[in-house]
């Protein structure tokens, strides 16, 4: 008894001299007035900057050992435990689809590749049951390498390298279907591959909040590159992006998302270069700033559409190179029953490319037609080629079926739906000339003979044969041509502009090479205000009945 007793005295005089020195302590300062999401913020921002260095969890980086189930558990160990950075060190880290969580990011060093499996069950199509519903279903998986749904606060960066493998993968899911072990019911027997829900995109971020790209090279996807839908605060920055591996390989697709900027990038691919969609009608792009990039495309550089049943509104493009695309450096598309407005284009410099300009308004789907108002262009240089400039691409965009003269840049609505408030400002454009009348001619006493094509696939060439060199303008509005300098190097019998419909148009400093035909063509075109020096330029064409 006498000994319990003593021990028991030992044991309460040391627990008194723990808290006397616990006491001595300065004690942690405390903050005033401080919310408790601020205080949560404040704690995620301490835990995320942990890092777990992969190849201490049993993932292998040589380029042969699936780790797609050793780096799920990882990413979900992290997120459990309130978020940290995956390393990644030098090594081919092999691996299908991850689902990307909060607050757990991925970072590769220089010399590390987050490797692509070439084997079609290696990815799966993750479900995102609180997305809303888009009527658009012909290419809609979210199926990729790269998965996220409603994951906020982490970023994807570094020196290294993701790669898809897409073309060995798409050739694999091809050769599934054929063989009957693994069915695309989708699949386009006539251009003979596999439809775009049947194959991995390269990232595929749903309904995400704060999410930064950097640095990163990516490339190779089996479909689309980096997806990004109903996202908010994305930032991609320094990227090189070369996604040209297989059909319908856009660079970057930004659909319905706000806040979003995209700078300092290099896309080469071998579908849309920067693409801006909306597949809910309910939802739209905001506030888009793209700045800084280069571009190489075989088909659009900078593109709106097609799919655009919400809009695009508040979006400014800036200081972009574009070169060696086959069809338009800039193009703004609602087909949809989408609002485009708010739209501010400067500073393009685009060389070898198919087509400059086009702006079309048409009503493929939607109750009801959408609108395009309220877009400035402005400080564009192209040069237009009189052949392919997209020659160089092994998969190369379809070639269109029927011959043509070169295209002009276009601004056109659909009959009752003008577009609205257009000024095309300092612009320079080069032209092949060389057109043929004996190619699809079309007389300026039948500019009626032009398609309206409206619930047709947006493209600059889907009209076909256009009758001006420069500029074809019908169904618009309040439209302006400011500091305007069109150069042909070969003679073209067309006219520089054609106005077809045109209601408040203004023409001011526009230089054109001399011609002995009129250079200016206006049908059902009022209020016209153009420089004195134009006017013997200007053919009027009587209305037909």
């Not at 060093?109 to 987050?114: P, Q, S, T, Y």
């Not at 590159?225 to 908010?232: P, T, Y």
């Not at 090189?240 to 900027?261: L, P, S």
Request: glycine share 6%; with cysteine.
């Amino acid at each position: 008894m006498a000994y319990k007793t003593k021990y028991s005295t030992s044991v309460l005089y040391a627990f008194l001299l723990i808290l006397f020195f616990w006491s001595c302590k300065e004690a942690p300062e405390t903050p005033v007035n401080v919310s408790q999401s601020e205080v949560k913020k404040e704690y995620l921002k301490k835990t995320n900057n942990k890092e777990y260095l992969v190849t201490d969890y049993g993932i292998v980086g040589n380029s042969k050992i699936l780790n797609t189930v050793a780096l799920q558990e990882l990413i979900d160990k992290v997120h459990q435990a309130h978020g940290g950075t995956l390393v990644f060190p030098t090594g081919e880290y092999l691996s299908g689809s991850l689902v990307m969580k909060s607050n757990v990011s991925l970072y590769l060093k220089e010399g590390a590749v987050l490797l692509g499996s070439t084997n079609p069950y290696d990815y799966k199509d993750v479900p995102m049951p609180e997305r809303p519903e888009s009527p658009k279903r012909d290419d809609y998986s979210n199926m990729a390498f790269l998965v996220a749904y409603k994951a906020n606060n982490f970023k994807i960066y570094g020196k290294g390298k993701i790669d898809g493998q897409g073309r060995a993968l798409a050739l694999r899911i091809d050769s599934l279907h054929h063989s009957g072990d693994r069915i695309d019911p989708k699949y386009n027997y006539r251009r003979m591959r596999p439809n775009e829900t049947a194959r991995p995109k390269l990232f595929r971020f749903s309904m995400c909040k704060n999410v930064d790209v950097l640095d990163l090279n990516l490339q190779n996807g089996a479909c689309w590159g980096l997806s990004f839908e109903l996202c908010e605060k994305l930032k991609l920055d320094n990227l090189k992006i070369v996604n040209r591996a297989f059909w319908n390989n856009d660079g970057i697709d930004i659909t319905d998302c706000k806040n979003v900027q995209i700078t300092n990038c290099d896309v080469d691919s071998a579908d849309d270069g920067i693409c801006l969609k909306s597949y809910f009608p309910k939802y739209y792009n905001d506030s888009i700033y793209i700045a800084n990039c280069t571009i190489k495309s075989s088909a659009s550089a900078l593109k709106f559409g097609t799919a655009s049943y919400g809009g695009f509104k508040n979006v400014t493009i800036e200081n972009i190179n574009v070169f060696d695309t086959f069809r338009s450096a800039i193009a703004i598309e609602s087909v949809d029953g989408g609002a485009i407005e708010n739209i501010s284009v400067s500073n393009i410099v685009a060389k070898n490319t198919g087509n400059g300009i086009f702006i079309r308004l048409g009503h493929r789907g939607g109750e009801q037609p959408g609108i395009i108002k309220n877009v400035h262009i402005k400080d564009i240089k192209v040069e237009i080629p009189f052949g392919r400039p997209d020659i160089n691409y092994d998969l190369r965009g379809p070639e269109v079926d029927f011959f043509h003269n070169p295209f002009p840049s276009s601004i056109v609505g659909i009959p009752g739906h003008n577009i609205e408030n257009v000024i095309i400002e300092n612009i320079d454009i080069t032209y092949p000339g060389r057109a043929s009348k004996g190619m699809a001619y079309v007389p300026l006493s039948r500019l009626e003979q032009v398609p309206h094509k409206i619930k047709d696939y947006p493209e600059f060439s889907m009209f076909g044969e256009l009758p001006a060199w420069g500029f074809y303008v019908r169904y618009a509005k309040d439209i302006t041509f400011k500091n305007v300098n069109l150069k042909l190097e070969n003679k073209d019998f067309r006219p520089a502009f054609v106005f077809d419909e045109v209601n408040v148009l203004n023409i001011e400093n526009v230089v054109l090479p001399e011609t002995n035909h009129k250079q200016f063509a206006l049908k059902g075109t009022y209020e016209v205000t153009k420089d004195d020096e134009l006017k013997p330029a200007t053919a009027i064409i009587k209305q037909t009945q």
